[in-house]
């Protein structure tokens, strides 16, 4: 399985991505009668035979999304008018046939983690995918907190990526104790769009890609200026933010403490693709 042979901080998904997690992958509020359900796996996909049972006829919102990697860092949502959906009228959202949960700037939705940023990327090192669809980007002046996110430091935007609309690009990155921002800024040939969002950081390097290839590499020595907030998904900072929320669809987010070798990004973004219906080109 994807994740078998590595070690993330933190893992979300719509389908199984290690043999060992035993848990659920997402819970869902049904918006008929605000009743919630814990929604496992079907083999190593989605149960979408039991979820789409439970929400007959309603949207199915999502509050939990699990983290599988075992450490127990699962993206919550309370607040019903702010949760992302995976049912909608009924019917499942997908992308690639595969279930997603979609994002909608009109309703602000945004999962976040109850632990800081500092549990999920390390202090001299980091490797953040994100599987999306983006329908939009936002005008965020070059700046990575400014972007439509994907994910993102909830507090102040000190570290994360999304979509600008200008260029248009993808850009990721972090605020270090400079203070001075890093913008790694990967252009896109414009919207709908869907990729493989990849950041990579060494203490010597910011790298960003959108499906792989030669990507975005900037010099970036020092570490990051505050890591002590939330992670948040499918928005940028201060969520809910109408401006920056994520415009799709997500299907997977993983993170780790190290920088992982191409090798090893390849391998397992090519899985990822496949699974969104995208094709990653190897980095080097």
């Known amino acids: 399985m994807p994740l078998d042979a590595l070690s993330p901080t933190a893992a979300y998904s719509t389908r199984k991505l290690r043999t060992a997690y035993g848990g659920s992958c997402l819970r869902v509020q049904r918006a008929s009668?605000?009743?919630?359900?814990?929604?496992?796996?079907?083999?190593?996909a989605l149960d979408t035979a039991s979820l789409l049972t439970f929400c007959a006829a309603t949207d199915g919102n999502v509050t939990?999304?699990?983290?599988?990697?075992?450490?127990?860092?699962?993206?919550?949502?309370?607040t019903f008018v702010n949760m992302p959906e995976i049912v909608v009228a009924g019917s499942l959202v997908t992308v690639n046939s595969n279930p997603a949960v979609n994002f909608t700037p009109f309703n602000q939705p945004f999962l976040?983690?109850?632990?800081?940023?500092?549990?999920?990327?390390g202090a001299s090192a980091w490797t953040a995918f994100g599987s999306v669809v983006a329908a939009s980007g936002r005008n965020a002046g070059g700046n990575f907190y400014n972007t439509r996110g994907?994910?993102?430091d909830l507090t102040d935007g000190s570290w994360g990526g999304g979509f600008d609309s200008v260029t248009p690009a993808l850009i990721m990155g972090y605020t270090d104790n400079g203070p001075s921002n890093k913008n790694a800024s990967?252009?896109?040939a414009g919207f709908p769009l869907t990729t493989v969002a990849?950041?990579?950081w060494d203490k010597t390097t910011l790298k960003a890609y959108s499906n792989g290839g030669t990507g975005t590499s900037i010099g970036a020595t020092n570490n990051i200026y505050s890591a002590n907030h939330h992670l948040v998904l499918g928005s940028t900072y201060s969520a809910p933010s109408v401006?920056?929320?994520?415009?799709?669809?997500?299907?997977?987010v993983i993170?780790?403490?190290?920088?992982?070798?191409?090798?090893?990004?390849?391998?397992?973004a090519a899985l990822l693709a496949t699974y969104l219906g995208s094709t990653w080109t190897d980095i080097s």
Do not use: K, P
């Open 33 to 44: 009668d605000s009743t919630e359900l814990d929604i496992g796996f079907a083999g190593n």
């Open 64 to 78: 939990t999304w699990y983290d599988q990697s075992g450490s127990g860092r699962d993206m919550t949502q309370a």
């Open 112 to 121: 976040q983690s109850s632990v800081n940023l500092s549990s999920f990327i």
């Open 150 to 152: 994907v994910f993102m």
């Open 186 to 188: 990967v252009t896109i």
């Open 198 to 200: 990849c950041m990579r």
């Open 243 to 252: 401006g920056g929320t994520h415009d799709g669809q997500i299907l997977e």
């Open 255 to 268: 993170i780790f403490d190290t920088q992982l070798s191409a090798s090893d990004t390849n391998t397992l």
